[in-house]
């Protein structure tokens, strides 16, 4: 059977995409700009010691901004054949499971959705809001099902 046919579900997950690098780049340089004058402010009028902290608030942000892009990034493809259910973490491995064995489950109270195999579980979409993750539980679920129907 060809691949192609043989495939029952393939889904790539995103979290939410952050600020347009260029937007996060014009708010710190804001920001920069702001706290630069403030310091000077402060350094003329003796207070030379706040200088630092005033750097330091804004390398600080940069450095936030800078994980939030780089979390943006992550994504996961989750693709299901009759023989193989893969899933493959950018950055990250790769997680072979045979989908006769899998089960889908959503945990209360936090509803993360694990897939269980053999006593171990593999964590999906905990960047997903629970509505999304809700959905793919449910298309995973029917997915599974199908290719148990040999």
């Not at 995103?14 to 310091?39: D, H, K, Q, T």
């Not at 109270?109 to 959905?135: I, N, Q, Y």
């Amino acid at each position: 059977m060809d691949q192609e046919a043989d495939l029952l579900l393939d889904r790539v997950l995103r979290p939410n995409s952050a600020l347009n690098p260029r937007i996060l780049l014009a708010i710190l340089l804001v920001v920069g700009a702001i706290n630069l004058a403030f310091a000077l402010h402060f350094v003329l009028h003796g207070a030379w010691p706040i200088a630092p902290f005033m750097g330091a608030d804004v390398a600080l942000l940069a450095w936030a901004f800078r994980a939030s892009w780089l979390a943006a990034q992550r994504a996961e493809r989750v693709t299901l054949t009759r023989s193989r259910l893969v899933v493959a973490r950018t950055p990250g491995g790769e997680t072979v499971l045979n989908p006769y064995w899998v089960r889908v489950e959503l945990e209360p109270p936090t509803d993360r959705l694990a897939l269980w195999s053999h006593g171990k579980a593999v964590r999906l979409g905990a960047f997903l809001p629970p509505a999304e993750r809700l959905s793919l539980a449910e298309a995973l679920r029917r997915a599974l099902w199908q290719a148990r129907q040999r």
